[in-house]
């Protein structure tokens, strides 16, 4: 398996126009994470989907921002207006999880967003 | 809720001993600990589940007291290549929602 895809690596937008960021599970895996990273607060987690379903989307910072799993395999995490303020290296990461089983978390490459 | 890593951060020379902590405010079911070097993804380094379970990994251990709500990374006779930021995630009631700690950054110096 290449492991988590993540698409595309460097984003370069002028604020108010839409991103949309894209990352491929790893196959078998269940349990999919969106986290956002800049140096001032660190790893943060946007939202979390388990079997395609969001479970907890309290991370999520504002309405612009809205994430979906349309199948097993496949998210996106779109941004809409953009701010400058949004520019960040945005992290999706995959694991397998069952009940009250914590397994590894696989992580892609990131995707570094540059909002001008 | 995200967990509280000691120190930020710590600068060694190689070969020596290094610890980094990670604190919860609410129960944990278990602990990650992962570490990104700069520029890339955060890795893997090992899973502790509740019960005081203490792992290994090369000259990298960590131990989790379910009491005291904390974790901790022990890295031993660090070598250059374990520079990096080390984070600890933290899974609480085993509801699988990964939440990472502020990050504690490692420099080896020769």
């Known amino acids: 398996d290449a492991g988590v895809i993540q698409s595309p690596r460097h984003e370069v937008t002028e604020m108010g126009q839409e991103v949309t960021l894209r990352c491929k599970l790893i196959s078998g895996h269940n349990s999919l994470f969106w986290y956002r990273q800049t140096m001032m607060r660190g790893l943060e987690l946007l939202i979390y989907?388990?079997?395609?379903?969001?479970?907890?989307d309290s991370g999520m910072p504002e309405d612009r921002f809205s994430a979906k799993m349309p199948n097993a395999s496949f998210s996106t995490l779109k941004i809409q207006p953009s701010e400058p303020r949004d520019s960040a290296v945005y992290f999706c990461?995959?694991?397998?999880?069952?009940?009250?089983?914590?397994?590894?978390?696989?992580f892609g490459q990131g995707t570094r967003l540059t909002v001008v | 809720q995200q967990p509280v890593q000691s120190p930020q951060a710590v600068i060694l020379r190689e070969g020596e001993d290094a610890v980094i902590n990670c604190s919860s405010s609410?129960?944990?079911?278990?602990v990650h600990w992962y570490r990104q070097k700069h520029g890339e993804a955060p890795v893997f380094l090992m899973i502790?589940?509740?019960?005081?379970e203490q792992k290994g990994h090369e000259k990298i251990s960590a131990s989790f007291n379910e009491k005291k709500q904390q974790s901790s990374l022990y890295l031993t006779a660090s070598q250059l290549s374990y520079s990096g930021t080390y984070f600890c995630?933290?899974?609480?009631?085993?509801?699988?929602?990964?939440?990472f700690g502020t990050g504690t950054r490692l420099t080896i110096i020769p």
């Open positions: 990461a995959s694991s397998f999880s069952a009940r009250q089983v914590s397994t590894e978390a696989f």
């Open positions: 995630g933290t899974d609480y009631f085993g509801n699988e929602k990964l939440t």
């Open positions: 502790l589940l509740k019960g005081g």
């Open positions: 609410k129960a944990l079911y278990s």
């Open positions: 989907f388990n079997n395609n379903v969001p479970i907890d």
